[in-house]
């Protein structure tokens, strides 16, 4: 049994035991959460598929922990201009577990 979901302005193709990364959510770290913003819900060939979401599903999830993702270089220049500038970012996300799926 899968589902899609979304969250964050990003969706995610999850099953039961999945551990992923959404963008920062304002949650405690180890309190449970729902998230009933379900795409799609596919239990052994039988597809719900939402307008725009499946009514009454949810995909219930633990969250694990908030951190920090890798940094990346932003490198601007301009040639000929002696223009440069350099910086560096680090998204920030949450870690979940995702514990059951109703539909």
């Known amino acids: 049994m899968f589902a899609i979901i979304e969250t964050g302005g990003k969706q995610f193709r999850v099953e039961e035991g999945l551990e ?3 963008e920062l959510l304002n949650v405690e770290p180890g309190s449970e959460l729902a998230i009933d913003k379900v795409l799609l819900v596919d239990k ?3 597809t719900k598929i939402g307008t725009p979401y499946v009514e009454g599903a949810k995909v219930a999830c633990q969250v694990l922990g908030h951190a920090r993702g ?3 270089i932003v490198f601007h220049k301009k040639k ?6 350099k910086q560096g970012h ?3 996300f949450t870690r979940l577990k995702v514990t059951s799926i109703q539909a």
């Open 70 to 72: 890798e940094k990346i």
């Open 20 to 22: 992923f990364n959404v």
């Open 80 to 85: 000929r201009n002696d223009f440069h500038k």
């Open 44 to 46: 052994s060939g039988d």
């Open 90 to 92: 680090r998204q920030d």
